[in-house]
Structures are given as C-alpha cells and as structure tokens.
C-alpha cells in the first residue's frame, strides 16, 4: 500500500469488475472468502430490480443498461417538467417530510437538476466515507480501516446524532483516551487504543458502530518490539527519590529546559554527552528519556497481561519491594517525558506530530502518566511501601457509578452488597480489597478491553456473598464470556455472541449485557466462555475506498436525474406481529482446548416459540450488529437499484443461507413469501422486528445461526432507506428494523 493512499476507482469499475462470468461473491480468493460486493444495475426504471451477471443475457432474454451521464454541475439547467427551476430555493424541499413519491407537483417522467434532486433526496440523508491510514512501525502489510459518516454539507448534521453511545451514559468513559488535546476524539484514529473504543459501542444495546465494524477488517501487528538503544544509563534511585519528585510534580513543576535538564541527568540519567554539552535542548532530554524507556528491563503495557497496572502495586509486601518500586519508576520517567513534550514551548501541531510516531509501547507508558496526574495524589511515602500513602480524587465518583451498575444490572444480592460498599467507602478501604477494585476505585485504569471486568470484578468482590468465589476466574484475556450468578440472572460481556443476541431484553453498562434469562445448562454460579466461529463476510481495501460511491443517495452520476429511478419505502412500526416468544437458553459443554486452564467452553444456544412451534437457533458465528446512523427529514427515497427484499420476524426461521455466503446446496428462501435467484447474491433482507423484544432476539439469533453481520436501524431514527443504504455500504446483507420508542420497564 505504500504510504497507504489508495485510489478511487470509477463507481461501475470498481463494483463490476469482479462480476465477470462466473464469478460470485462468494468464491476464494487467497484462499479465504471474499466478501460481498455492491453493484447497480438496472433494465427498467419503474421498479426497483435486482442485480444482473454481467454478461448482459439472462436466460433468453437480453438485458439493457441505463447509460447515465456524469452529473453537471450548473444548478441552472432545465428540466423537463420543472418550470422556472433556476428560481426555485431547494431549502423549502427540506422542510417537510415526504409521504408519498413523487412528490406533490411533479410526475413520473419528469426529469429533476442535481439541486432539485438534492433538495428531494439527499437532504439529511447520510453518507458513509472509508479511510485506510497506515500505522506507525508496523510493517508494509498493515493497516487500519475507519470510516466517517456525514449529511450533506447544506442541510448539516444534529449535534450529538450519530451511531455511538454516549461513553458516560453507559459509564464506560475511562475505555478510551485521546494522546493529543484535552477535548475528546473527533475522530476514531485520534485515540490510544485501536480499534477505538470512542466509536465501538452503538446506540442500541449489543451494537457495533459502522466504524467498529470496519475496524474488524483491519490488519494490525501483533507487537511492534523495541531495540534496546544502550544509552543513556539510569542512575540508582531510591523509592523516597521517586515520590519525592512524583510530589514536585504534582505541585507543578517549572518547565524551562535548564532546570529541567539539572533535575533530570542529576538525580535520574547519567549524561554521556556532559563534556561536550553542558546544556540539552528539550528535544534531546525527550530523545534520551524514549530511549531510556525503551530499554526491555521495564513493564510492557501493551501486552494485555499487563493492563490492569494495580497488579504491580497493590503487594506491598518485602517479597514485592523491586517489582512495585521499577513500576513506579517507570512511572515517573513517563511523567518527565510527558510534561517535556507538553511544554508550552512545542507548538500544537508539532505534539500531535510527535506523539503518534512514538512507539506504541512509549504511548502507552504516557498514557498511564496521564491517568496518574488526573487522578491520583501522593499524601506520604517514605523508604517502603507500605508508608506509602495515596489519595484517590476519583473514588466517590467511582462509588456512585458502582451503585449505579449494581442497580442497572439488578444484581441478586444488591442489599447486602450495597452495604458492604457503604461501609468500606466510610473506612476508606474499598481499594484494599483486590487489585481490580484497586484500578476501579483510583481510576488507574488504562485505556481499552479491560474496564468492564474492573468494574465486575469489583462488585463481585465486594459482594460478600460465598458464591461469588466460584466467578474468581473472570478476566478480559477471556473476552467472550459471562455467568449465571445464584441462578437468578446471566449477565454477558458485550463483545460474547450471547450478549449481543439478547442484547434487547437487557441494558448495556460498563460493557457488559444484563440482566438476561437464566438457564439450568449452567451451575448455580459459573463462568461459561461461548465458543464460536468468525464469520466470512469481511471488507476489502476496495470496498473501503468505494463506500461513499456506495452509500450515495443519488445513485451513479447523471446529467439529469429521473423522478421514475427513485421509490419511498415506507414501513409501519405499529403494525406488529407477537407471536414469537424465547423459550430457553441453552449451554453444552465442548472439549476444552490444550494448554487451556481458563473457565470451561459451551456452545451457545436460544430455542424460540413460534406460533407454538418450537425453533432452536444455535449462536454459531460471532456475528456483528451495527447501529444505524441516524437520518434528518426522513423518509428518504431510495435509488432503484438497491435491491432488497421484506420479511416478517416470524417468517425469517424460512430463510436458509440468505446471499449463498456459505456456500450451502439450496441458497435463498425455503418459504415466508420472499424469493431470491441464486445470483442475486447481495439483495438486502430487511426483517421488520418491530413489536415485542423477542421479535428483534429471533432475528438476531438467526444471523448468529447463519453467519449473517447485520445492520439494525431503530425507525424512529433511521429510516428504511437509508438503512439499506448504509447495509451496502457495510457490504452487509441483512437489515433489521426495530422501534425503540418504549424502552424496557424497569420490572
């Protein structure tokens, strides 16, 4: 990819050019599936067709091509059936919501300008933009893919709309930091952690954001390790040295580069160069402070054993002594190199620059010493330590987010674990009862995967309950898990399978799903770690670069645009069906893995009751649901060309390998009224889950059964066009359509 700026290629190029004869979508390339592809063709402009091989013949019958011009960019061009088009304001289209097309005033044949057309379709509709960006020190085959969302610049965007959660509504704020400014990201590749959390969560519980989604695509190092430079050497240091200038720091430190550079190669760095320079510019004082952490004697925080720090300090023990006082060692090196590339000497530009070509493993060492600075306070210290004493400015705001998650998860034993909390709040030990509550109570926690088992395993913790011993095992080196706690609630990580299909009948906090059903596969308390496959359907670079091609409104370029091309698709959200019901949830136990001494693995099943009809559906593929972006001034009309097909919830258990990803013998619809040919192998599935939960819990399940991602579009925000337009984009097959609008009662 080279300096990984890929180029665009024309919107019928790169979209036909894999639709040669004979080929599908689901055929090996490399020996790994291919992913779907978007096309637009079209024989007839009076109804929204499907797309055609390119050979141009199906079965005896030739099949024509519209020849679109490119689209002109004089707003003042005539159209027939539009009189005085130059003098007419596209703002007042954008008013009113459209209920029938066409729309009042024009006819069927009528041609429309691109402001016309713009002012009628476009308008508050968004579209979808992919970004490919090279990693630093990361070799010549890696990259990382993103994707941003926007409306169209003259009909802007609602602050606040988009399709991620608010982090601090579901209390997952301390999952992400951005390096650079004190404002959060703006964009997902400004953040530490990649994939970014910032833009991982959706707006509805147990989805994905469109650039999450994108992110699984990513090529991204394993490691990227560190040359050991040699120089320059440390100097011997005592614990009371290093509180002693952690407590000037805290104070405020002068930042003029010759006290700097006397308290630095003083007390911490043996200058080599001091015969030729009695003096270093900060550049060189940062140089040698990256070099000097750089060297493999200290912690490594990108490995993910390592990111819960409190482990390294929270044994205070003599047999601890030389782990916890490298830790903080290694700590107050970060904070010089931090504070020297603050100086209000380096422009903006410039620290930005320089903090993203900083090796990972330094970042990461930077982002510990902002944790430390914003939230933790030295109160004494002396030579050992357990004379060390530290005060915590996050815990009483941490101590009511507990209470909080106790009461959104409903958590069986909440009295008794609420006045545990209130009691050991009031003796100012909350942090000494594990390293967990430790990290969760002072907010040291490091940015990514491993706040959400913080937080429960600081509640399970604190929980005095004996039960609670049998969830000792919880950890995020084990991601797609969860529990049965007293046989009341399971409550599931939001990146298990599991969570994500029931998912609807729960709340989403700290990043975990719950409370959900119990099931008697499972002890009366117990970790069970789901088993599942990946799913074929992934992006390629071209299906990245072409997203916004993809997702446009208007379709391919034209001079002119006709009114005939365009349909509303409007649904009924009050129009539901409740005929479906979720029986049971069931576990079987699998084989553990060699060299596996983790909670024990199951395969994950949901089995429904469908007109008294019982339906098991088994979550066998770690599926993805992305939440739709939000529209303004919808319903939005729909270019003909994207071709779908509409389903009921109760019809879907009909449908056997929607699109042929898999490859199955008989692809498309056994019955439900929906039919397919065997090559329209990119037709969108909208399912209409509106009505009871369950109805959204089946749907889910059958994409998990399938192997099926899916975008899931609340009505109430997002309308069914521009749903299907960003499930092409997503080169997704499958639309769910929900309505949100009663939350879930309390009881």
């Not at 009113?96 to 024009?106: F, H, Q, R, S, Y």
Request: glycine share 6%; with cysteine.
């Amino acid at each position: 990819m080279g300096a990984r700026e890929t180029e665009k290629t024309g919107f019928w190029k790169s979209l036909l050019r894999f639709r040669r004869k004979g080929s599908s979508s689901s055929q090996q390339q490399n020996g790994k599936p291919s992913p779907p592809r978007r096309t637009r063709n079209a024989n007839d402009a009076d109804a929204v067709l499907r797309r055609r091989k390119t050979d141009g013949v199906r079965g005896d019958r030739e099949v024509r091509r519209p020849r679109r011009r490119p689209h002109s960019r004089d707003p003042k061009i005539s159209s027939r059936g539009f009189k005085g088009k130059g003098k007419e304001n596209p703002r007042d289209h954008s008013l009113v919501p459209l209920t029938e097309w066409p729309p009042p005033g024009t006819a069927l044949g009528d041609e429309m300008t691109m402001r016309h057309a713009q002012s009628l379709i476009c308008r508050g509709a968004p579209v979808h933009v992919g970004h490919v960006k090279g990693i630093p020190h990361a070799p010549e085959h890696c990259y990382a893919l993103y994707a941003t969302s926007t409306a169209p610049p003259q009909f802007g965007k609602v602050k606040g709309e988009d399709d991620a959660v608010d982090l601090r509504s579901v209390m997952a704020e301390l999952m992400t930091m951005r390096l650079q400014g004190k404002s959060a990201a703006r964009v997902p590749w400004e953040t530490l952690e990649q994939p970014s959390l910032a833009f991982s969560y959706g707006r509805l519980p147990g989805t994905v954001t469109l650039n999450q989604w994108l992110a699984l695509s990513s090529v991204m190092p394993h490691a990227i390790p560190l040359r050991d430079p040699g120089v320059p050497a440390l100097r011997e240091v005592d614990l009371v040295r290093i509180f002693r200038r952690l407590k000037e720091i805290e104070m405020g430190s002068d930042d003029d580069e010759t006290v700097l550079h006397r308290g630095l190669y003083k007390h911490f760095l043996r200058d080599s160069d001091k015969l030729f320079s009695m003096n270093k510019g900060l550049d060189r004082q940062i140089t040698d402070l990256i070099q000097v952490l750089s060297k493999p004697q200290w912690i490594d925080f990108t490995d993910p054993k390592n990111q819960v720090v409190t482990r390294f300090i929270f044994d205070r023990g003599y047999l601890n002594h030389d782990l916890y006082q490298r830790f903080f060692h290694q700590l107050l090196l970060s904070l010089e190199l931090d504070m020297r590339i603050n100086s209000r000497s380096h422009s903006e530009w410039a620290k930005e620059r320089l903090l993203s070509q900083i090796p990972p493993m330094i970042q990461w060492n930077i982002a510990l010493a902002r944790r430390w600075m914003k939230f933790i306070r030295v109160e004494s210290y002396g030579q050992t330590a357990d004379q060390v004493k530290l005060r915590y400015r996050l815990r009483k705001r941490q101590v009511k987010v507990l209470e909080k998650f106790i009461r959104t998860m409903k958590w069986p034993n909440l009295d008794e674990t609420l006045d545990k909390l209130r009691q050991r709040n009031a003796d100012s030990s909350v942090d000494a009862v594990s390293s967990d509550a430790m990290a969760f109570f002072s907010g040291l926690v490091l940015p990514g995967p491993t706040y959400p088992f913080l937080i429960m395993n600081t509640l399970i913790d604190i929980d005095p309950d004996k039960a609670t011993d049998e969830l000792a095992l919880l950890t995020h080196l084990y991601p797609s898990c969860g529990f049965q706690y007293r046989s009341s609630y399971t409550y599931w990580t939001a990146t298990c399978i599991v969570g994500k299909v029931l998912a609807p009948t729960c709340k989403l906090a700290a990043g975990w799903i719950g409370p959900a059903r119990p099931t008697p596969d499972l002890a009366r308390s117990q970790i069970a770690r789901i088993r599942s496959r990946r799913p074929r359907q992934r992006l390629t670079l071209d299906d990245v670069t072409s997203m916004a091609e993809r997702s446009d409104p208007l379709g391919p370029p034209a001079e002119t645009i006709p009114v005939r091309e365009y349909n509303l698709v409007m649904t009924d959200p009050d129009d539901t069906v409740d005929t479906v019901r979720i029986e049971r949830l069931g576990f079987q136990p699998c084989e553990a893995r060699l060299a596996d001494s983790g909670p024990q693995w199951f395969d994950a099943t949901v089995q429904f009751a469908i007109d008294g009809a019982s339906w098991p559906l088994r979550l066998a593929y770690d599926v993805s649901f992305v939440s739709a972006w939000p529209c303004k001034g919808g319903p939005h009309p729909l270019f003909f060309d994207y071709a779908y097909s509409t389903i009921r919830a109760e019809q879907i258990v009909n449908v056997q390998d929607w699109g042929g990803v898999y490859g199955y013998p008989s692809p498309g619809v056994g019955g439900g009224g929906v039919g397919v040919d065997e090559d329209d192998e990119e037709r969108v599935l909208v399912v209409e889950a509106f009505g009871v939960k369950d109805n959204e819990v089946l749907a889910r399940a059958w994409c998990a059964h399938w192997g099926l991602s899916a975008v899931v579009a609340d009505m109430r925000k997002t309308c069914v066009a521009c749903a299907i337009r960003e499930a092409y984009a997503a080169t997704l097959t499958v639309v769910i359509l929900v309505d949100d609008q009663h939350p879930m009662d309390d009881e």
